[in-house]
């Protein structure tokens, strides 16, 4: 639906990168998601008049806080398209991840005051009215959560939103809360089982479940969450496709809301190769990650000495760092040329962040074993970790 929209009321729509069309994107959802909640608020609550029914009455209040929640979703993303200031530097592309989790919030709250309302439902149950005005009422709802989800969903892939993912979370939990409310209405007037406030409490359950799901796919950008496996390999693949870079590593990507990504990362180039020719390699790189993932990319250059004797310790070195572990590597290898003449080795040594050894313990072992190879050899080793 919001993709079909798109179509019509946004420029360039298929140009999901640039925070215009972003921006096209959640104010579609946004302005959809208050109308269509409310017309169902306004039909559930009608419906929970004439049943009696606090299940169908809680799920008329979910409705009535996903119209909310799209308000501030309209909200978060005209807010997030704004241009940088002098205040926000970086732009104001996180408040899109502000935006979904306070819609998070909302729905955590509503599923909390409907445990609440249901329970005394439960201690004072009361006979429920069916019909078929409430049957078409809920059935309707749940064919227009549907629709919801399968709108907001695509669209949350074309743009990757984590506001958008929220909301078509909550629009496919709505369609079970609603199909749950039905079932029990049915079962409360046909078999006089009064479960309505049992029903309740099982809805509430839900919706607070969809909102801690939810917040968990805000709160991770938020704080910072790494780029996926794919994307890093991808990013290495482009690099490395350029003549002259010898190896990519330490790559960094973090940003300021989906549209405003920054990038940084280490490119090794040969040591002997001209500063000047160097410099475009490295500017040629930029430009490109640039371009391709509409980011702002440093590279910060690492020159590693090419030759027979340093490959052959190379070889040697990762051997050794196998041999303790196979998942570990290494990266930075380079010979320093001290003043006094002493061979210094150095290199970085990757380690996962839940390792068994300490930085200590991977030092030491590396360190007896470089002795063996090369008893004049001082080291210099660096722990990242990744």
Sequence with gaps: MIC???????????????????????????????????LLFLTKFFASLISGSIS????????????????????????????????HPFGHGRIEYVAGLIVSLLIILTGIELIHSSFTKIFHPEPTTFNAVVAFILIFSII????????????????????????????????????????????????????????????????????????RDTINPLLGEPP???????????????????????????NYGPSRIFMSLHVEVPSRQDLITVHDLIDDIENELRK?????????????????SIAELKRKIGHVLKELDPNLTFHDFRMIHSENQRKKLAFDVVVPFK??????????????????I?????????????
Excluded: W
């Design 144 to 215: 227009i959560k549907l629709i919801m989800f399968q709108g907001n969903l695509q669209a949350a892939g074309k743009i990757e939103s984590a506001a958008l993912k929220s909301t078509a979370i909550d629009s496919i939990s709505d369609v079970f809360t609603t199909s749950i409310v039905l079932i029990s209405a049915v079962v409360s007037f046909y078999m006089k089982i009064y479960i309505d406030g049992f029903i309740g409490v099982v809805v509430g359950g839900l919706i607070v479940k969809a909102g801690v799901d939810a917040a």
């Design 374 to 386: 090369d008893p004049e050899l001082t080291c210099d080793i660096e722990i990242d970790y990744k």
């Design 56 to 87: 169908i009455l809680g799920d008329a209040l979910n409705n009535l806080s996903d119209a909310a929640s799209s308000i501030v979703t309209l909200v978060g993303f005209k807010l997030s398209g704004q241009a940088a200031d002098e205040e």
């Design 355 to 372: 390792y068994d050894l300490s930085e200590d313990e991977i030092k030491t072992y590396l360190y007896s074993h470089i002795k063996d």
């Design 228 to 254: 996926s496996k794919e994307t890093l390999e991808e990013i290495e693949s482009v690099v490395k496709a350029h003549n002259g870079v010898l190896g990519v590593h330490d790559i960094v990507v973090h």
């Design 4 to 38: 079909l929209l798109a179509r019509f009321f946004i420029k360039d729509y298929e140009k999901t990168n640039l925070p215009k069309v972003r921006q096209g994107y959640g104010v579609i959802s946004g302005a959809s998601g208050v109308a269509l909640n409310v």
């Design 292 to 308: 391709k993932y509409h980011c702002t990319a440093v590279i910060h250059m690492d020159p590693v000495e090419v030759n027979a």
